[in-house]
Structures are given as structure tokens and as C-alpha cells.
């Protein structure tokens, strides 16, 4: 069957549709994200957040895959680390503006025109 949810990371809504076999599964496919989703940014207590995904190289050469939670108002980004055995990303920690080298804006400015 398919089945979609709304999950909120703040105040954005990030829609989840997919194909599953049994309720069971949709409990695990959602609670599995819900976890990593925060409410609000620790630094500024905004809502304002969006779901980021950056795509580098390491210094091999090789593409880094980086996930993260950025709040719009003040720049900082919870960083979400990746499972070794492919089951999905965790919470790290909150940080300022990642390679700004600048201290972080004003609370209500928006970086990058979002
Ligand atoms: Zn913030």
C-alpha cells in the first residue's frame, strides 16, 4: 500500500509518500526521521528551518554526501551524521554558518536570499 505524511522540520513541511507493505513499516520509516527533525534552532529558537543536502568532494576526490538542518534566521545548521550500516541519518550537533568565515548575521537577516 502507499502511504504519505506530513512531517514539520520548525515550520517547514516536508511530505513522505512511499510504498510499504504493512502499517508496522510506516511506523518505522517515519519514526526513524521524526527522530532527527528538530523543532526549533538551539541557537536562535527559530522555526524557520529547511532540510539541506550538500554535495563535495574529500580531499581524495572522492563526492561527500552532507546532510543537514539549517535554520533560515541565523545560519546555523544542525549537522545529521550517517549510520555505518545504511539505516539512516542521526543528529549530530548544531553549529554556526558552516565556511562563512564571518560571525553569523542578524537574527533577521536572511542569508543566501531565502
Ligand atoms: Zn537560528
Known sequence: MRFQIVLKVGETPITLSDEVSSMEEVFEKTSALAEVLPEQCQNCESVKLKPNH?????????????????????????ALGQRQDG???????????????????????SPDGW
Open 87 to 109: 539505516s539512516g541519518l542521526y543528529p549530530k550537533e548544531w553549529g554556526p554558518p558552516y565556511s562563512k568565515g564571518e560571525a553569523a548575521p542578524a537574527s533577521n537577516a
Open 54 to 78: 550538500r554535495l563535495t568532494k574529500s580531499k581524495a576526490g572522492k563526492p561527500c554526501h552532507y546532510y543537514e538542518v539549517t535554520c533560515k534566521s541565523c545560519g546555523w545548521a544542525l
